[in-house]
């Protein structure tokens, strides 16, 4: 019987980010809280009498195919774990539509990596324990056991602290990006504080206003290496948005609009007035929502 199967990568969206600290190594200590978007990449799983990895999509180009791929260093990782147990992992054909600019601030190669786990644990029929899961997801990158879960949640520490969030809403937003890399060592290193307090939470789980009252720290100093997230910021306020952000260490921003429609007729008219950049509109998950679900 021939095997197919899909997975959603959904981009991770930073609705706040604030800086807490620096351990002794060098990581730094965060305070996220982060969501889903319903757009993102997408991979497919197919039989093959070999490993292979093909790709397509508008960013598939800026990616590597090789063994630096997260797709392939996922999946080697994961067949390794099982082996260990006996178990022999047979050969896979993966397709990754590559829908997310790339490092870009809102996990592309972190969620292409967690839908790989995902999506190959389904192909192979196999099983690891939870903690195994997520000892593999943190060997792979800071932000894939968030990506693994792909709901929202509140993450501390260096990003493995991770509490979902079940009564969380539903957003409207539409993600902007100046398709202009920015380098996240420097934005961290350019951080005037490193020791903010954590995201203030409300008894009432006001969540809207608590995204507003809270901030992305990461956002100035990538401003200063970037005007484009200043101007990109701007149009999304000109265009409506209740609120305007940049996710992680950018340049990727986002705008909370009333509406889903509000939403995909700022994204018709940002496109028209900059056909050079990224505007996408989409819903984020709600809480409860988990992966593969």
């Known amino acids: 019987m021939t095997i197919e199967i899909s ?9 706040a980010l604030h ?9 730094h200590l965060l305070d996220m809280l982060v969501t889903f978007t319903q757009h993102g990449d997408r991979l497919h799983f197919s039989e093959a009498t070999d490993d292979q990895l093909s790709l397509s999509g508008r960013f598939a180009a800026k990616l590597d195919q090789d063994a630096n791929n997260l797709v392939v260093r996922a999946k080697d ?37 967690a839908a790989t786990l995902r999506g190959l644990l389904r192909f192979w029929d196999a099983t690891v324990s939870t903690e195994v899961l997520g000892q593999l997801a943190l060997t792979l990158g800071a932000d894939v056991p968030m990506c693994l879960a792909s709901c929202p949640l509140l993450a501390r520490g260096v990003g493995d602290e991770i509490t979902p969030i079940a009564d969380f809403p539903v957003f409207s937003l539409v993600l902007a990006n100046p398709l202009k890399a920015v380098s996240t060592p420097e934005i961290f290193r350019a951080l005037n504080r490193k020791e903010n307090p954590q995201i203030e939470l ?58 889903m429609a509000q939403a995909t007729e700022a994204q018709e008219r940002l496109c028209k007035e900059r056909p050079d950049w990224y505007f996408q509109a989409t819903e984020t998950v709600s809480g409860g929502q988990y992966a593969g679900s």
């Open 7 to 15: 997975e959603d990568a959904r981009a991770k969206i930073n609705l």
């Open 19 to 27: 800086v807490t600290g620096q351990r002794e190594d060098g990581y």
């Open 77 to 113: 990782l994961l067949r390794a774990k099982l082996g260990e147990t006996g178990f022999e992992a047979r050969p896979v054909a993966i397709h990754l539509e590559k829908n997310l600019p790339v490092a870009s601030g809102i996990g592309g190669g972190s969620a292409d990596a």
């Open 202 to 259: 409300q008894p009432d789980g006001d969540w809207r206003s608590i995204i507003s009252h809270a901030r992305n720290d990461l956002e100035p100093p990538a401003r200063a290496k970037l005007c484009e997230i200043g101007v990109i910021s701007e149009m999304l306020k000109d265009q409506g948005a209740l609120l305007a952000r940049m996710s992680g260490s950018g340049a990727t921003c986002f705008g909370v609009f009333e509406t």
